[in-house]
């Protein structure tokens, strides 16, 4: 295994107060790289212990100036309720402003992952990143194509009836809550059979298969719950109202609050390409059933039209799902070299 320098905690506050943490591990001059995970889980997704080298390792192996953010939907946070506009307005424009201030760089580069991209992108798009100068995007970005069977779900507003004294879901076992958990499990159990972990059922019932199970070790797979654990039910509620929706929206409050917030009674939409004008790559694993790789190939498409195809790249990754792409034990040699390579041309 790839050793690591010693990492560097920087504990800081979003615009609105809400606490973040970057870690960073100073491998080089190339970057700064800024590390996004998706929704309940956290940064340690970059760096698994059971990898014989991890994606922070590669990076680092190659000379980067590696940072791992943990924002608000991390579980190594509060868990708060939030939409993603909360996180979009406030915690990436925080977290690119504090590296900028440690590093003294005038622009720093991204990899972004699952809802971690969509928030990213929802940034992006607003204008409220003007120091990022490249981005890798993992799996989805702007538009959401889900499988049917989450379709389904989000049709039949399955977060909004979840909303019966509960605050999150967890693929974890929960002491707040035994008996529901207990009830979720024997239901994703009955579900799921691909192996034998009520963590993975449970995962695959609350984000669609997240992995190809040949991908992940045996280790890794065994310890599914240190990486995953709660996340909160108006996230959900947002995930699903932009898979019903196609592409990226903002929270819909409700036709009187959404006039208020926003002077319509839609939700807004992100769909504005003038922000999106740098060099972006998208990444999707070929048999994703989280997002299904037509998302990544209509944001690439809808960005060309706009800007030429310059900017603008797309790998599907053959034999790869959703998050094997970073978990998986082969991926320091099958993935990891794409999205590097997509870093390398601006490093």
């Known amino acids: 295994m790839v050793s690591l320098p010693s990492p560097e905690r920087h504990d800081f506050f979003a615009d609105d107060g809400s606490p973040l943490q970057l870690t960073r591990y100073r491998g080089g001059a190339k970057g700064p790289v800024l590390l996004v995970h998706g929704a309940g889980v956290w940064s340690g997704m970059f760096m698994l212990p059971t990898l014989e080298e991890n994606f922070v390792q590669h990076l680092v192996r190659h000379g980067y100036d590696t940072w791992l953010l943990?924002?608000?939907?991390?579980?190594?946070?509060?868990?708060?309720?939030?939409?993603?506009?909360?996180a979009?307005?406030?915690?990436?424009?925080?977290?690119?402003?504090?590296?900028r201030q440690m590093t003294g760089a005038p622009s720093v580069q991204a990899v972004v992952h699952c809802?971690?991209?969509?928030?990213?992108?929802?940034?992006?798009a607003s204008g409220l990143l003007p120091d990022v100068r490249a981005v890798v995007a993992s799996q989805v970005a702007m538009h959401q194509d889900v499988p049917p069977v989450t379709q389904i779900k989000s049709l039949m507003r399955v977060p909004e009836l979840l909303d019966?004294?509960?605050?999150?879901?967890?693929?974890t076992e929960d002491a707040q809550h035994p008996l529901f958990q207990a009830a979720f499990g024997a239901l994703a159990n009955a579900l799921h059979l691909e192996c034998d972990s009520t963590v993975c059922h449970r995962l695959t019932f609350m984000y669609g298969h997240l992995f190809q199970h040949a991908r992940l070790n045996r280790e890794t797979h065994?310890?599914?719950?240190?990486?995953?654990?709660?996340?909160?039910?108006?996230?959900?509620?947002?995930?699903?109202?932009?898979?019903?929706?196609?592409?990226?929206?903002?929270?819909?409050?409700?036709?009187?609050?959404?006039?208020r917030r926003h002077g319509q009674t839609t939700p807004r939409t992100y769909l504005h390409p003038e922000h999106l004008r740098l060099p972006i790559t998208f990444v999707s694993g070929e048999h994703n059933r989280t997002y299904l790789p037509t998302s990544t190939e209509r944001t690439c498409a809808w960005l060309r039209a706009a800007h030429g195809?310059?900017?603008?790249?797309?790998?599907?990754?053959e034999g790869y799902g959703h998050l094997d792409t970073f978990m998986g034990a082969t991926a320091a040699r099958d993935t990891y070299p794409v999205m590097r390579e997509a870093l390398e041309a601006t490093a």
């Open 70 to 86: 943990d924002w608000r939907a991390s579980t190594e946070m509060p868990l708060t309720q939030f939409s993603l506009d909360d």
């Open 88 to 99: 979009a307005a406030n915690d990436m424009p925080a977290a690119v402003k504090k590296m």
């Open 164 to 171: 019966i004294g509960l605050d999150s879901l967890s693929p």
């Open 309 to 317: 195809e310059g900017l603008y790249q797309r790998h599907l990754l």
């Open 115 to 124: 809802a971690g991209s969509v928030t990213f992108f929802m940034a992006l």
């Open 222 to 259: 065994a310890r599914l719950d240190e990486q995953f654990g709660r996340c909160n039910l108006q996230t959900f509620r947002h995930l699903a109202q932009m898979a019903r929706a196609g592409h990226s929206v903002g929270y819909d409050h409700g036709r009187a609050e959404n006039l």
